[in-house]
C-alpha cells in the first residue's frame, strides 16, 4: 500500500532505535539501514540483522546503492545470534522491522517477553531476478526504491541537508 501523492497524513517522529532485518542480511536490510542512516543521520540508533549471516554483502546491493551516495561496501553482515553475542541487546530497539516473512517471525519468537513492536515491511527479495545485469540491477533498484518509500512515508523527507543523489 502506497501513501497517495501529497502524503494525506504526517510523518511519524523517529523512534530512539531501529532493527532492520531480513533472511541473511546481505541485500535488504543492509540497504535499508544504509538508506536510514543516510536520509535521517545520528538521530536515530539503526542497526540490521539476518536470520543467518552465512552470505557476504551482495554485490548488486552496493552498486545500486552507490547510484544515491549510499555506502555499503564496509557492511559485514551478521545474524541475530551474533548480533547477541556482540552485546546488542533486542531490548534496547524501539522497533523491529521485518523485511522478510523469516524475519518477522524469528524477530517475533525472540522478542515475546519484551514489550516491542515488530512490524513488517513486504519488501521484494531481488535476489535471482532477472538474467542479465541490467535486469538485475532493475530489480535492485525496485527493492532499493521500495525501501526509500517506506521510509520516507513513514518518516517524512531526509532531515540531513543532502538527499541522495537520484531522489526527488
Given at each position: ?62 552498486t545500486v546503492c552507490k547510484e544515491i551516495g549510499v555506502e555499503l ?79 520516507t512515508d513513514r518518516w517524512g523527507p531526509p532531515r540531513s541537508a ?7
Amino acid at each position: 500500500m502506497e501513501a497517495p501523492e501529497g502524503h494525506d497524513h504526517l510523518p511519524q517522529p523517529l523512534p530512539q532505535s531501529v532493527l532492520f532485518c531480513c533472511d541473511h542480511n546481505a541485500v535488504r536490510s543492509p540497504m535499508a539501514e544504509a538508506i536510514m542512516k543516510k536520509l535521517y543521520g545520528t538521530e536515530c540508533y539503526i542497526q540490521s540483522v539476518g536470520v543467518k549471516d552465512d552470505l557476504e554483502i551482495d554485490g548488486f546491493a552496493v552498486t545500486v546503492c552507490k547510484e544515491i551516495g549510499v555506502e555499503l561496501e564496509r557492511h559485514r553482515v551478521r545474524s541475530f545470534d551474533a548480533m547477541e553475542q556482540w552485546g546488542d541487546d533486542l531490548s534496547s530497539f524501539d522497533l523491529i522491522l521485518a523485511l522478510s516473512p523469516a524475519s518477522q517471525r524469528r524477530a517475533l519468537d525472540l522478542t515475546r517477553f519484551y514489550h516491542l513492536d515488530v512490524e513488517y515491511w513486504p519488501i521484494l527479495d531481488p535476489t535471482g531476478l532477472g538474467e542479465t545485469r541490467e535486469e538485475r540491477l532493475a530489480s535492485y533498484r525496485k527493492t532499493r526504491d521500495m525501501i526509500m518509500q517506506r521510509l520516507t512515508d513513514r518518516w517524512g523527507p531526509p532531515r540531513s541537508a543532502t538527499q541522495p543523489e537520484g531522489t526527488q
